[in-house]
């Protein structure tokens, strides 16, 4: 359990070159390649030859009473009303992606600047951006999603937007604590010697290093994002009438004779989800990691 | 002294300000009147409506200022006095609703955290001790996939091998039904929030042991003989635990989330699935009354994590 | 201080050729690199050498603790006649504590800050020796007594950061001695305390052995540490003994130049104020690539090209407890050649010339 180690400490320069070249691993990409994948066939959804994703597909005389299992006809099967789940689920991407993508890029764009501004000019501007991050996380996130879902209509942009709400604190003191940390450094100062207006260091010194830790959390604020809106379409919170994979989820699992006789309904909506998810968790771990060792080794 | 009084203040600040937002949020985006009246509440015209819309407004304050009646629900809330249901008939308290509903989220939450809890220390306690070999990095994998898996869809996962598949436990929940049978209905929900959240404590505690472990105190625990599990449990866990407890208390939170969906899934009359049918019934006193206690639940659970903290590490206590 | 007795004729502990290595990255660290020596019941061994010697590896190779992953552990290990080497980690519990037992260096660190003393002083009371819990706090207060704690009761119940550095490591020392082991292991005793504690710690540690008749291995860099309180010393150099000798012996007659120059590192109190430390010059060699020939040549003032390749064999003096490795030790006419030399070399370059 307890080793005795006697190495010098000073370790031969060829190590900390290796570090630094060390590749982000095969996973990263391929994690990144199903995102990617997902993505276009989401984009790309309306115009592959899908069937229908609101059509019935009755066949009684054929298949007998829906729900069909997965078949060649249905690649996914379909539901209690014959509807192909695959098409269902492939434009159920579309939301589901489009609002992970919409709430990460508004958290980041609110979040971030709050951030920046808070740890570029502390003070009370700090404390009064701070004390609003800590408001907004004395909530169960999923329960201030709720609130707001309820107060609010349920179209795509507003969905996108409160999930956005949600994702500013966590972005916004990450951003701050770059920041607080970028500001010390000797290139701040330099360029603040020179004269450089704040905006200026803000924009063209901070802002590029601030924005690389970000990046991981970028990723894995995504796969929140897409969590939180399955989560909501579940309860039946999220857009009105969108076909989302958390509604395919609850129409699979409402009824549990559903659940028990046709399982497909929910789970091929959950494999996806899941894939996405995990994809998304481990590029963004393996990003995280990756700029950890590059960080600590300059 | 100052220490305590200073959160305590923090803490109070926080609840006014929460509290201030949600009803401001309730009483500015939403519409009460049409809540309780439903179309009628824009039918002015009509004598018999407009004077049922005058009823209303008076009984209710929806006239005043904004400020003035969120003070006045404020005092209320303090008494108990949460309103009433809007969209249930004859307009029971929200409070009879609440202490009705409440006691089943509390056993859910407390068996959810202690099966957490009871699955975390041994599992890390067993990756600590074999870290970086197969079996710790498999555990990895495993957490990772865990923590992937949205909790709705892992309740669904759960429910349909072992409620429908195997038949192992109940499919709903029976108020009527003797305490321990209840439990049994509680069971695999409590065991979905409990999974996730034992993954993330385990990684934390694995961690920290595997730092302690490190320690000079350590291998002189060793060279007294003592035997490995002994060593682990009896002198590695307790210097690892602060960063592990404050991550449970904090988390307690994430759990009250996750009820949310939970108690949903598997027809638990809770407080998480009230707020999700006040919500879709857009019954405003309760949603109000219900995330109000969950923000104070929040906050007392973090002032008694800091308590808990200073007596478990005596070189904190003043 | 009492040497040998002739009646015990086996020795408690009997080590052979002990290797230690471990494998890393860089290659194989030759900790160890064959170590032999015997100890009798009650005798006192002091290991003496600088930071990177090997001296704590030993110890702990020795004793048995240290981690399985990346060791090469080989030779021979026999204590009361049972040898140890490739016993089970569940063996040597047995005798973790009970028959060996180890102080640390520091005892802040070496203690469990969560834990009450008391408690942790009765642990391996109640392990090994099977007393309950009432039984084994009699026993720890005794035992604070022993080691000249003031109070005992009191402390009992206290945590270690509220004692002094000298109290935490006399705890120490009272949970090595709870259970009776016949050897103990003290590696740096002394080494974070004050100057004042640690002649106070050294006596007790002296004390405790005589009246319990157990055997010492007293480890450190310090050889001042070891003059009064051993019986035998062996110096340790890359990994290897390159002299031992009874105490008296060595520091009369020592033969190794690295013996020399680790005995010119005592500040003396008859110098002059302004008198420099004498350092030895240059760093310990490396262990994964071992110099070729003697390990200490490269920094040793009298080594000739012979050193540089050969590697010398430990020889016996006229005593045959005492045994040292070098081809011009400390005596011979090349060692006084070269003597001459530095000293004729150090006249030049203080007179600046004048010749």
Redesign the interface.
């Known amino acids: 359990?307890?080793?005795?180690?006697?190495?010098?400490s000073d370790a031969p320069e060829t190590?900390i070159n290796a570090a630094l070249q060390k590749k982000i691993g095969w996973g990263f990409w391929l994690a990144i390649s199903w995102v990617i994948f997902i993505t276009l066939l989401a984009i790309l959804a309306p115009y592959l030859h899908l069937k229908d994703p609101r059509g019935y597909f009755i066949d009684i005389d054929g298949s007998g009473r829906p729900p069909y299992g997965p078949s060649f006809e249905h690649w996914f099967g379909t539901d209690k009303d014959a509807r192909d789940i695959f098409a269902r689920s492939l434009h159920g991407a579309r939301i589901s992606l489009i609002v992970g993508f919409s709430a990460i890029s508004f958290g980041f764009i609110v979040g971030g600047t709050l951030g920046i501004i808070a740890g570029y000019f502390r003070g009370w501007l700090d404390k009064i951006i701070s004390?609003c991050f800590?408001?907004l996380l004395?909530?169960?996130?999923?329960?201030l999603a709720?609130?707001?879902?309820?107060?609010?209509n349920r179209s795509l942009f507003t969905i996108s937007m409160i999930l956005g709400i949600l994702s500013i604190a966590p972005v916004g003191r990450l951003a701050r604590a770059s920041t607080l940390q970028f500001s010390d450094r000797e290139f701040v100062l330099a360029a603040r010697q020179i004269g450089a207006s704040d905006s200026r260091i803000i924009l063209r010194e901070l802002l590029p290093n601030v924005v690389i830790p970000m990046s991981a959390l970028a990723l894995l604020g995504m796969?929140v994002a897409i969590?939180a809106e399955?989560?909501l379409a579940?309860?039946?919170?999220s857009v009105s009438q969108g076909i989302t994979w958390?509604s395919l989820?609850q129409i699979g699992?409402d009824s549990?004779t559903t659940?028990?006789n046709a399982?497909w309904i929910?789970f091929f909506p959950?494999l996806l989800?899941?894939l996405t998810?995990?994809s998304l968790?481990?590029a963004g771990?393996r990003l995280r990691s990756h700029l950890d060792v590059k960080e600590s080794s300059l | 002294m100052k220490f305590w009084m200073q959160r305590v203040a923090m803490a109070i600040l926080?609840l006014l300000?929460?509290s201030a937002?949600?009803f401001g949020?309730?009483n500015v985006?939403?519409d009460p009147l049409f809540n309780i009246l439903g179309p009628l509440a824009g039918d002015v015209n009509n004598p018999k409506s407009a004077a049922l819309i005058e009823e209303v407004k008076a009984k209710y304050d929806l006239d005043k200022p904004l400020p003035v009646r969120y003070v006045k629900w404020l005092g209320d809330f303090a008494t108990g006095d949460m309103g009433v249901q809007f969209s249930t008939d004859g307009q029971p308290p929200v409070s009879g609703l609440i202490k009705e509903r409440i006691p089943r989220t509390i056993t859910l939450l407390v068996m959810a955290q202690l099966l957490a809890v009871m699955i975390s220390i041994p599992w890390a306690a067993i990756t600590a001790?074999r870290a970086g070999k197969r079996s710790d990095k498999i555990s990895t994998m495993n957490s990772?996939?865990l923590?992937?898996?949205?909790?709705?869809?892992l309740a669904?996962?759960l429910?349909?091998i072992f409620?429908?598949?195997l038949g192992w436990f109940p499919?709903t929940y029976k108020a009527i039904d003797p305490y321990f049978e209840r439990l049994r209905q509680v069971f695999l929900a409590a065991v979905t929030i409990a999974l996730p959240a034992a993954a993330v404590y385990q990684r934390l505690l694995r961690t920290d042991l595997i730092t302690t472990?490190?320690q000079d105190f350590?291998?002189m625990a060793?060279a007294k003989g003592l035997s490995?599990s002994r060593?682990i449990f009896r002198h590695a866990i307790r210097p690892s635990m602060f960063s592990f407890i404050t991550v449970v208390g904090l988390n307690t939170?994430?759990l009250?989330?996750g009820s949310?969906?939970v108690e949903?899934?598997f027809r638990i009359p809770g407080i998480g699935s009230s707020?999700?049918e006040s919500?879709?019934r857009?019954d405003?006193p309760v949603?109000l009354a219900i995330?109000m206690l969950?923000?104070l639940a929040?906050?007392i659970i973090n002032v008694l994590v800091d308590i808990l903290y200073s007596i478990i590490d005596p070189r904190v206590r003043r | 201080m009492n040497d040998s007795d002739p009646r015990t004729t086996t020795p408690l502990l009997e080590v052979s050729d002990l290797k230690t290595y471990?494998r890393?990255?860089?290659g194989t660290?030759k900790?160890v690199d064959g170590v032999s020596f015997s100890l009798q019941r009650g005798q006192s061994l002091g290991i003496v050498g600088e930071s990177?010697s090997?001296k704590?590896?030993l110890s702990?190779s020795i004793m048995g603790?240290?981690?399985r992953?990346?060791?090469i552990r080989e030779g021979s290990i026999k204590f009361n006649g049972q040898e140890l080497m490739g016993l089970s980690v569940k063996e040597m519990r047995s005798i973790w504590g009970q028959e060996m037992s180890m102080i640390f260096q520091d005892p802040m660190t070496s203690l469990n800050p969560v834990m009450k003393i008391g408690r942790q002083i009765a642990e391996p009371l109640m392990l090994h020796l099977g007393m309950n819990k009432s039984e084994a706090r009699l026993t720890a207060e005794k035992l604070l007594t022993d080691v000249r704690i003031p109070e005992p009761q009191r402390r009992l119940n206290q945590y270690p950061h509220e004692l002094s550095g000298g109290m935490r490591q006399r705890v120490m020392i009272a949970i090595a001695l709870a259970c009776g082991p016949t050897l103990l292991f003290a590696d740096e005793p002394t080494t974070a305390l004050d100057v004042t504690v640690q002649a106070e710690i050294l006596h007790l540690i002296n004390e405790q052995r005589v009246d319990r008749n157990m055997s010492l291995i007293l480890v450190t860099h310090n050889i001042g540490v070891v003059a009064g309180n051993t019986d035998v010393i062996a110096v340790m150099y890359g990994g290897k003994i390159v002299e031992k000798a009874p105490t008296k012996t060595l520091f009369s007659s020592y033969k190794m130049p690295y013996t020399e120059a680790l005995m010119r590192s005592i500040p003396k109190l008859r110098q002059a104020s302004h008198t420099r430390l004498a350092t030895i010059p240059g760093r310990p060699p490396?262990?994964v690539n071992p110099p070729l020939g003697c390990n200490f040549a490269p920094r040793c003032a009298y080594a000739r090209p012979k050193c540089l390749v050969e590697e010398p064999e430990l020889t016996v003096t006229e005593n045959p407890e005492h045994v040292y490795a070098c081809f011009y030790p400390v005596g011979s006419p090349e060692y006084h050649e070269r003597k001459l030399e530095l000293s004729q070399r150090v006249d030049s370059l203080s007179t600046g010339g004048q010749n």
């Open positions: 359990m307890s080793e005795e180690t006697l190495t010098p190590e004390f800590i408001i004395s909530f169960p996130s999923l329960v709720i609130m707001l879902t309820a107060l609010l796969a969590v399955g989560g579940f309860l039946g919170l958390g989820i699992s549990a659940l028990e399982p929910a959950i989800l899941f998810v995990l968790n481990f771990d | 926080l300000s929460v937002l949600t949020a309730m985006l939403g001790a990772f996939f923590l992937a898996m949205p909790n709705f869809a669904i996962l429910k349909y409620s429908l598949k499919l472990l490190q350590i291998l060793r490995r060593v939170g994430g009250i989330g949310i969906v949903t899934v707020l999700v919500v879709l857009e405003f949603v995330v969950i923000a929040f906050v | 471990f890393t990255e860089r660290v900790a990177g090997g704590t590896v702990r603790l240290l981690g992953t990346n060791l490396d262990m």
